[in-house]
């Protein structure tokens, strides 16, 4: 096997789009599943009445990350091959402060946004609107965020080459993390019903 | 469309993590990348703009990298037909469940105009937040966290301390 197929000439750009939007059917369809398109439900996961959010969200990171690693160590998967997005630390970690209080006051992400809106909820499409608006803000603002956007640039890194860890001891790391925050999770949640 | 049958309840949240985890998982297997959902978002914007006001575009860095060389339609893009499969299979799985239906969630103490304010200036809020991250929750905490790449992991932590921060601003919406 030679993965990543597309990045090995596998397939087209025509059937590239094919497969985003089979993929993005199968992203919504689970998201929906879950009970994700539910802004109460997911901004239960800041007040600690329900705590699906860390539950799927972190069972979904460590499914991909295992996959990564067994294909990549039985050699079926290329990982210098697999787009990894750059770190600036800076920017990614003040984006994440202004993106969690919007995501408290706002009760869904841009995904979640999306499934919301397709199931029927108003909140979900009036948030999907907010959205294009913060994006169009930011753009017209850019000459003055540019310097803030470009600081701090750390390249294509991860936490296991930052702090000098065998790749597969660092997914035994965010593992066992998964495995406790799930039991915690589901104590807090038996408590506070 | 579903009046008198109550819907059905949600699936166990850990299998429907399983079940994003593998969509994710063949998008890296078979696309050497991940999922993402705000950059699509970016590509609506541009492309809406450059319709607009096609001068206004020019030479400005957030509307040009998402428009492409003009041979083809920006919307003719990786991001933008994924974004219209989760649309797409939040509906599907909305309609086989019995739970397609016009609401607005929110706590029981908020009233339908607060919620929708909040919820237009949370995702103003959060299309900033998004693009000085490079990406949101799809992007960066789930492709980018099970990449274990540094920045998404900061963007994870940042996103949820600050939420738990402002949570008590926001407690009359949701409790």
Redesign the interface.
């Given at each position: 096997m030679n993965?990543?197929?597309?990045?090995f000439g596998l397939?087209g750009d025509n059937a590239?789009?094919?497969?985003?939007?089979?993929?993005?059917?199968?992203?919504?369809?689970?998201?929906?599943?879950?009970?994700?398109?539910?802004?109460?439900?997911l901004?239960?996961?800041?007040?600690l009445?329900d705590l699906?959010v860390l539950?799927?969200?972190?069972?979904?990171?460590?499914?991909?990350?295992l996959?990564?690693f067994w294909?990549s160590k039985l050699g079926l998967?290329d990982l210098s091959?697999?787009?990894?997005?750059?770190?600036?630390?800076a920017?990614?970690?003040?984006?994440?402060?202004?993106?969690?209080?919007?995501?408290?006051?706002?009760?869904?992400?841009?995904?979640?946004?999306?499934?919301?809106?397709?199931?029927?909820?108003?909140?979900?499409l009036?948030?999907?609107?907010?959205?294009?608006?913060?994006?169009?803000?930011?753009?017209e603002a850019?000459p003055l965020?540019?310097g803030?956007?470009y600081s701090t640039e750390?390249g294509?890194?991860?936490?296991?080459e930052?702090l000098g860890l065998p790749?597969g001891v660092?997914?035994f790391i965010?593992v066992v993390a998964a495995l406790g925050s799930?039991v915690l999770a589901e104590r807090i949640e038996a408590r506070t019903k | 469309m579903t009046q008198g049958a109550s819907p059905r309840p949600?699936?166990n949240?850990?299998v429907?993590?399983?079940?994003?985890?593998?969509?994710?998982?063949?998008?890296?297997?078979?696309?050497?990348?991940?999922?993402g959902?705000?950059g699509a978002?970016?590509t609506?914007?541009?492309t809406?703009?450059n319709t607009v006001a096609p001068d206004h575009t020019t030479d400005?860095?957030?509307?040009e990298a998402y428009l492409g060389d003009g041979t083809v339609s920006p919307l003719?893009d990786?991001?933008v037909?994924?974004?219209?499969?989760?649309?797409?299979?939040?509906?599907?799985?909305?309609l086989l469940?019995g739970?397609?239906?016009?609401?607005?969630?929110?706590?029981p103490r908020a009233s339908n105009r607060s919620?929708?304010l909040?919820?237009?200036?949370?995702?103003?809020?959060?299309?900033?937040?998004?693009?000085?991250?490079?990406?949101?929750?799809?992007?960066?905490?789930?492709?980018?966290?099970?990449?274990?790449?540094?920045?998404?992991?900061?963007?994870?932590?940042?996103?949820?301390?600050?939420?738990?921060m402002?949570?008590p601003?926001?407690?009359r919406?949701?409790?």
């Open positions: 993965a990543p197929f597309y990045e397939l590239s789009l094919l497969v985003a939007l089979l993929i993005g059917i199968a992203f919504g369809f689970f998201l929906e599943r879950g009970g994700l398109g539910n802004a109460r439900k901004a239960g996961q800041f007040y009445t699906v539950k799927v969200m972190f069972s979904a990171i460590v499914t991909a990350m996959g990564l294909l998967l091959r697999v787009y990894l997005l750059p770190t600036y630390v920017p990614h970690l003040i984006g994440g402060v202004v993106f969690g209080v919007g995501f408290v006051m706002g009760g869904l992400c841009p995904g979640t946004s999306c499934v919301a809106a397709s199931s029927g909820r108003i909140d979900g009036v948030l999907l609107g907010g959205m294009l608006f913060g994006i169009l803000l930011f753009n850019f965020l540019q803030l956007y750390l294509q890194v991860t936490v296991a930052l790749h660092l997914v965010v799930f | 949600y699936m949240p850990y429907a993590g399983v079940g994003i985890g593998v969509a994710l998982l063949l998008a890296f297997v078979i696309m050497g990348r991940g999922l959902a705000s978002l970016s609506v914007v541009a809406g703009v400005r860095l957030p509307y003719k990786w991001l037909f994924e974004i219209l499969g989760i649309t797409l299979g939040g509906l599907l799985s909305a469940a739970r397609f239906r016009a609401s607005i969630d929110k706590g919620r929708l909040f919820a237009f200036g949370g995702g103003t809020i959060m299309g900033i937040g998004a693009k000085l991250a490079r990406g949101c929750t799809s992007g960066q905490a789930l492709t980018g966290g099970a990449l274990l790449s540094v920045g998404s992991w900061l963007f994870i932590i940042g996103a949820f301390a600050a939420g738990y402002a949570a601003l926001f407690r919406e949701w409790t």
